[in-house]
T-cell receptor
Framework: GDSVTQMEGPVTLSEEAFLTINCTYT??????LFWYVQYPGEGLQLLLK?????DKGSNKGFEATYRKETTSFHLEKGSVQVSDSAVYFC????????????FGQGTTLQVKP | DAGVIQSPRHEVTEMGQEVTLRCKPI?????LFWYRQTMMRGLELLIY????????DSGMPEDRFSAKMPNASFSTLKIQPSEPRDSAVYFC????????????FGNGTRLTVT
């Protein structure tokens, strides 16, 4: 079945460092892809999304490009801030058209001043 | 837009007791999802509804778990009897339509069963 695999964390970076969180997926067809962020004590929030191959989603300095050839959707940010410390989830949409999302296991990011 | 509202935020109960978690989705959203989050298993989809009808409950761990959606603005997840291994954060999420719509999550209910 469909699945999402993320790089294991935690990822620890210094402020202003470059961030990459890897995400690869397995799916039949061409799902939409999402990144969600979870801050401590809160629910998940949509960070960005891409609905077709070669689309680039972006928000708050984060970017991810839908790569069909490598079945990847890596999250990047050029310069992280302490406030970016959170858990990041990659997800794909179920093609049954029900709105169901399949999530990766999450990657914890800690940014130190 | 008040977002998805879950109650209670925290629940501590003893093993064997009944637990009811509540969710109010965003008005106008017609899909509702219940997820469970633990350190060991990550984020698991338990059940989801479309237009108040349960579509897939294959993620419900066992018969002790049940979920209802009596109308478009309210859903419950019940655990009876509760066990310590049910301790987790339970999230409710809603979506305005099916397909590529993003999910909107509530802030979750942290359940502790002692």
């Amino acid at each position: 079945g469909d699945s999402v695999t993320q790089m294991e964390g935690p990822v620890t970076l210094s402020e202003e460092a470059f961030l990459t969180i890897n995400c690869t997926y397995t799916a039949t067809g061409y799902p939409s892809l999402f990144w969600y962020v979870q801050y401590p004590g809160e629910g998940l929030q949509l960070l960005l999304k891409a609905t077709k191959a070669d689309d680039k989603g972006s928000n708050k300095g984060f970017e991810a490009t839908y790569r069909k050839e490598t079945t990847s959707f890596h999250l990047e940010k050029g310069s992280v801030q302490v406030s970016d410390s959170a858990v990041y989830f990659c997800a794909l949409s179920d093609l049954s058209n029900t709105g169901k999302l399949i999530f990766g296991q999450g990657t914890t990011l800690q940014v130190k001043p | 837009d008040a977002g998805v509202i879950q109650s209670p935020r925290h629940e501590v109960t003893e093993m064997g007791q009944e637990v009811t978690l509540r969710c109010k989705p965003i008005s106008g959203h017609n899909s509702l999802f219940w997820y469970r989050q633990t350190m060991m298993r990550g984020l698991e989809l338990l059940i989801y509804f479309n237009n108040n009808v349960p579509i897939d409950d294959s993620g419900m761990p066992e018969d002790r778990f049940s979920a209802k959606m009596p109308n478009a603005s309210f859903s419950t997840l019940k655990i009876q009897p509760s066990e310590p291994r049910d301790s987790a954060v339970y999230f409710c999420a809603s979506s305005p339509r099916s397909g590529n719509s993003p999910l909107h999550f509530g802030n979750g209910t942290r359940l502790t069963v002692t």
